[in-house]
């Protein structure tokens, strides 16, 4: 399936191939993409260690960075995390916590996905807002499901955005 990804920092778009894989146990970005693409790669703390679905070792070895995007698919919108490793010929695969999340319908034989049973945060209506707080010389980033009914003063940059998203998805 095709999905849109926006980045966090630039605002840039990009529509990406995607795939849908109860195998796995997360949601991952090729390196090749996040790196060729100009996504802002954030370091982990410690390394991940990964194995591909057939047991092997990954050949890019453990995961050192994640990505954070906005991804955009058929008016569905959310910001998400995904660890960066070699994914070979895909450049994005969203694995069993985000299947289970979203528990989307999906029509095999038709190939299509349908988003009709998202978290309520999902949707249109829904931006994260980031605040950061230092506290004891600690960052900490927290987020918040800001709902555009509620004035926060950005009712246009919000619409505009909703413009862009609704250009970019795949109908």
């Known amino acids: 399936m095709n999905v849109g990804t926006e980045k966090i920092d630039k605002h840039e778009e990009r529509t990406v191939k995607a795939l849908l894989d109860s195998r796995v146990t997360g949601m991952f970005m090729s390196k090749s993409l996040a790196q060729k693409g100009g996504y802002r790669l954030i370091k982990l703390d410690r390394p991940l260690q990964v194995r591909n679905v057939d047991g092997t070792g990954n050949s890019g070895g453990a ?28 450049n994005v695969i969203l694995g069993m916590p985000w ?20 978290p309520p945060l999902c949707g249109k209506t829904v931006r994260i807002k980031e605040k950061k707080e230092t506290r004891e010389n ?16 950005r009712e246009e940059e919000i619409e505009a955005d909703h413009r862009k998203v609704e250009k970019m998805v795949p109908k």
């Open 63 to 90: 995961i050192t960075h994640e990505v954070e995007v906005n991804m955009f698919y058929k008016g569905h919108v959310e910001r998400v995390r995904m660890d960066v490793c070699e994914l070979g010929k895909m």
């Open 138 to 153: 600690e960052k900490k980033i927290i987020r918040w499901a800001v709902d555009e009914k509620e004035d926060w003063g």
């Open 99 to 118: 299947l289970a999340a979203h528990n989307p319908e999906i029509d095999w034989e038709k190939r299509e996905v349908q988003m009709t049973r998202c």
